[in-house]
């Protein structure tokens, strides 16, 4: 966002995401974190106890999945947010976990650009998971855009709009504890 105004409203939202709710960025990163590894390991139960056929698999994914619906609760609170927030939210971490992943394999077998590739994906869909937590876009009222428009009042297509990773990287700084 580059208009002034725009900017202010920005900076506001970020300012009442950041100290009026009392959301500590630095633990909350850590906890995502902890969610995507959560979510990985229903995957890694479920796949693990499809392979073997032993049910006691499907026993661990049950006591997992209710420790990560816990604490994602404790991020996406179901009764601030609107439609599928709390789904949305698990899979996007869900996803940026993959890309991690993937791209990590790649990055180990010398396939430097494709792991670069899915590590920006990545970060992307990481930076889209804050942004809904921390409700700096609105997704009932979502409407496309050209990639040069700051939003859909922007007819002339000729500024440039902040990224969320610009965004993030100027709220989260996981060594500010």
Known sequence: MTDDKQFQE?????????EGAGVDLSLEEDLSIALMNLISLEEHFFFTGVKT??????DLLKEVREVRKELLGRMIDKKEHEGETW???????A????????????YADGKKDDAKKLFNNA??????????????????DVKAIKDDQVNIHDEKGTKQPWSLQ???????DCCDE
């Open 166 to 172: 610009d965004i993030m990287n100027k709220l989260v």
């Open 123 to 140: 970060s992307t869909v990481f930076n889209l998971f804050w942004a809904l937590r921390l409700k700096l876009i609105d997704v009932k």
């Open 87 to 93: 789904c949305i939210s698990k899979h996007l971490l």
């Open 53 to 58: 056929g032993k049910d006691s698999y499907f």
């Open 10 to 18: 920005l900076m506001a939202k970020l300012k009442t995401a950041k």
């Open 95 to 106: 996803a940026t976990m993959r890309m991690i992943e993937v791209g990590t394999k790649y």
